[in-house]
């Protein structure tokens, strides 16, 4: 299972911090995505990491403001959003799949329930 959590209210500018806990499994070799998703629109890709080398992808719209990281001894993956625009506002969850990642939501298996993040102008 999944758990996300972290997300707020946060004025343009600033910063969030989203965990997304896994329990139940372990997650070693798997690909950990976030993902998000605005009012009427479609849920988009944000960014990724592998649990296994941490290395990471970013999509355009975040690169440079956003990092992902992982604690393996925590089993947790964090999304560090740093300069917040009011586009940014969504609910955003984390999304696992074994193996690679990839940028369409569809192949992840596993969902956590997703965290609102608000950015306010």
């Known amino acids: 299972q999944l758990q996300a959590f972290g997300g707020g209210l946060v004025q343009a500018g600033g910063s969030l911090r989203l965990s997304c806990a896994a329990s139940g499994r372990t997650f070693s070799g798997y690909a950990m995505g976030w993902f998000r998703q605005a009012p009427g629109k479609e849920r988009e890709f944000v960014a990724a990491i592998s649990w296994s080398d941490g290395s990471t992808f970013y999509a355009d719209s975040v690169k440079g403001r956003f990092t992902a990281s992982r604690d393996n001894a925590k089993n947790t993956v964090y999304l560090q959003m740093n300069s917040l625009k009011p586009e940014d506002t969504a609910v955003y969850y984390c999304?696992?799949?074994?193996?690679?990642?990839?940028?369409?939501?569809?192949?992840?298996?596993?969902w956590g329930q997703g965290t609102l993040v608000t950015v306010s102008s």
């Open positions: 999304a696992a799949r074994r193996g690679s990642y990839f940028t369409s939501p569809n192949p992840y298996d596993y």
